[in-house]
């Protein structure tokens, strides 16, 4: 049976949701979501500096 994911540290900037988790290895990364319909970017980090700039800097195409 698969680990569930567990977010916390929750924050939104723009459409960007970054969460904060544990992957498999029990290590901690921030995981950046775009929310935006029929976008589908997403990315994971290990510096919650570096979720937010690419939270920042993200552009959806389909706008």
Avoid: N, Y
């Avoid at 570096?50 to 959806?60: D, F, G």
């Amino acid at each position: 049976m698969p680990a569930r994911d567990h977010f916390h540290s929750l924050m939104q900037i723009g459409p960007v949701q970054i969460g904060t988790h544990r992957d498999r290895h029990g290590q901690t990364e921030h995981a950046a979501v775009c929310t935006a319909d029929r976008c589908g970017w997403s990315s994971d980090f290990t510096s919650q500096t570096a979720a937010q700039l690419a939270a920042r800097t993200h552009r959806c195409k389909i706008r």
